[in-house]
T-cell receptor, first 114, second 111 residues
Framework: AQSVTQPDIHITVSEGASLELRCNYS??????LFWYVQSPGQGLQLLLK??????LVQGIKGFEAEFKRSQSSFNLRKPSVHWSDAAEYFC????????????FGSGTRLSIRP | DGGITQSPKYLFRKEGQNVTLSCEQN?????MYWYRQDPGQGLRLIYY???????QKGDIAEGYSVSREKKESFPLTVTSAQKNPTAFYLC??????????FGDGTRLSIL
């Protein structure tokens, strides 16, 4: 069965520090992979997606993620975080046969230390 | 601007009452979705529709109903059979095999 694991429930980093949010998935074939961000009381905004090709994908707001098939991972990174990056981050996986239906991880809440 | 509009932003339900959450999109997307979000549990799929006049149950459809009479509209009814309806409800839409776009959500509470 498809599943997505975000092992870190809550992470706090200092402003200007680098960030890596972990995401591991379980899927029988190469999936479509997504990262979304959610500010409190708001909907989800797509940060980036991986469908095929280059395993290092660039997204909005300076984020990037790397697809590692051997590790079943799709970790999100940012070299220097800003206070405005404080939010909830969700990793998601979709089937290539029906990428419209996707499964979300339980999310990682990011706090920024001034 | 194209987007997804959910209304109302806040909704209160009395015991034994059905309530309907609105979701409208002007992105010309074929597929639409309803998710429920509870703290610490991420998003869970309630219903989805890939074409007008057709929809499928998601993982937690019990106590909910939907309709898809128009491409741009996908209302969700939370029935009295849903015993724990307090949650944040998110609507999304997409073209097939493309990322989903989300509305700003409706927060439903019980009076």
């Amino acid at each position: 069965a498809q599943s997505v694991t975000q092992p870190d429930i809550h992470i706090t980093v200092s402003e200007g520090a680098s960030l890596e949010l972990r995401c591991n998935y379980s899927y029988g074939a190469t999936p479509y992979l997504f990262w979304y961000v959610q500010s409190p009381g708001q909907g989800l905004q797509l940060l980036l997606k991986y469908f095929s090709g280059d395993t290092l994908v660039q997204g909005i707001k300076g984020f990037e993620a790397e697809f590692k098939r051997s590790q079943s991972s799709f970790n999100l990174r940012k070299p220097s975080v800003h206070w405005s990056d404080a939010a909830e981050y969700f990793c998601a996986v979709g089937a290539r046969s029906s990428a419209s239906k996707i499964i979300f991880g339980s999310g990682t809440r990011l706090s920024i230390r001034p | 601007d194209g987007g997804i509009t959910q209304s109302p932003k806040y909704l209160f339900r009395k015991e034994g009452q059905n309530v309907t959450l609105s979701c409208e999109q002007n992105l010309n997307h074929d597929a639409m979705y309803w998710y429920r979000q509870d703290p610490g549990q991420g998003l869970r799929l309630i219903y989805y529709s890939q074409i007008v006049n057709d929809f499928q149950k998601g993982d937690i459809a019990e106590g909910y109903s939907v309709s898809r009479e128009k491409k741009e509209s996908f209302p969700l009814t939370v029935t009295s059979a849903q015993k724990n309806p307090t949650a944040f409800y998110l609507c999304a839409s997409s073209q097939l095999n493309q990322p989903q776009h989300f509305g700003d959500g409706t927060r439903l509470s019980i009076l």
